[in-house]
């Protein structure tokens, strides 16, 4: 039998020696501990959101640029499928921010412990409502609902002039809606001819009954709010309801025929929020994360265009916020916030059941 001598054997070891030398220490499933980047945080952070492609693909690249070494890893999904996801993901959070979602939606999260505290750089410039007592989420944003047409299909005359007109059969299969179970919006626009009925009658039945009407006149209820945007510009539908500013998002970024209706008895106004997930694996580069996409100059990025978004922060420099912000039309509705929270699952369902389809 033959035997190495030593210098065979030092190459034969070689190729062991210096994978062992370069690779880096193995990281436990669930654990916090993570090499750093050369930014000096976790070499990436997860961000489950429903802003849209437009907003999450434009912050990836910003934040990457001033944190070298950090990589953003983002989910698009609707606000609920956002809660979803991180309660069935309690015992192993995947994510580490989550950016966007009503109020209502980041309580229920901080009740079931599924955040963590952390009180921003920014969090004396807003008022304090807009923020949880715990510091566990705080509102980035003002999200006001509206009604929008596609003015190729509607005119002016036309077009609705309130929430009520929409269950008017005379739009009879012109709207094409947002499919409202997972959707805050929806949920929220809802809720505004809810808690009316309510504050009118003393009870929801004026507001089944408009809903009723609503689903006779839909021709379609999609998946996204992209899908909806698609179709309308495609002229499938005439007539829609959603958020302010992402209908000026469409018109300005794509040029799409849509014309916005300030609705007369008062728009939902939806605090859109931000927090850091509980036990997600990369904390530091997620407070990074947290303050890059909530400072004033992303504030003031995010109010202009394309993006219009509302913000919420009082120290942004007046001469860096966009003369459209100066011309806003909408009322707020006074809402129950309370009573959405304890019922709004209730009457969803009721809807999911009696309404849908049945019009």
Request: charge should be negative.
């Amino acid at each position: 039998m033959k035997t190495l001598k030593p210098w065979c054997l030092f190459l034969a070891l070689l190729p062991m020696i210096l994978v062992s030398g370069c690779s880096k220490p193995e990281v436990e499933v669930g654990s916090r501990s993570e090499s750093k980047s050369e930014s000096g945080l976790e070499e990436k952070v997860v961000v489950y959101s429903p802003h849209g492609k437009e907003i999450l693909g434009e912050f990836k690249e910003l934040f990457e640029k001033e944190h070298p070494g950090t990589i953003v890893e983002f989910l698009y999904l609707s606000s609920q499928q956002c809660l979803e996801r991180v309660r069935n993901e309690k015992a192993n959070p995947l994510a580490d921010v989550w950016w966007g979602a009503s109020h209502t939606t980041f309580m229920t999260a901080a009740e079931e412990d599924l955040l963590d505290p952390y009180s921003p750089s920014w969090a004396d410039q807003i008022e304090a409502y807009q923020h949880d007592p715990e510091d566990r989420w705080h509102a980035s944003f003002l999200s006001p609902e509206i009604i929008f047409y596609n003015s190729d299909k509607v005119t002016e005359e036309e077009a609705p002039k309130d929430w009520s007109d929409l269950a008017d059969p005379k739009y009879d299969d012109r709207l094409i809606l947002r499919f409202p179970l997972p959707s805050d919006t929806m949920r929220t626009i809802f809720f505004g001819m809810i808690d009316r009925s309510i504050k009118e009658t003393g009870d929801a039945e004026k507001a089944f009954e408009w809903m009723n009407g609503v689903d006779a006149n839909t021709k379609d209820y999609l998946n996204g709010g992209e899908q909806v945007f698609r179709k309308m510009a495609q002229r499938v539908g005439d007539i829609s309801m959603w958020t302010l500013s992402d209908i000026m998002l469409q018109k300005s970024k794509y040029d799409y025929p849509f014309e916005i209706v300030y609705p007369s008895s008062g728009s939902p106004v939806i605090l859109d929020g931000i927090a850091v997930v509980k036990n997600g694996k990369h904390p530091e580069a997620a407070k990074a994360y947290y303050e890059f996409v909530t400072s004033t100059t992303s504030a003031a990025r995010l109010a202009n265009e394309p993006y219009y978004r509302i913000p919420t922060r009082k120290d942004i420099p007046e001469e860096d916020l966009p003369d459209w912000m100066g011309d806003l039309q909408y009322t707020p509705q006074e809402l129950d916030w309370d009573l959405y929270r304890e019922k709004m699952n209730d009457w969803m369902s009721r809807w999911d059941t009696e309404i849908k389809g049945q019009g």
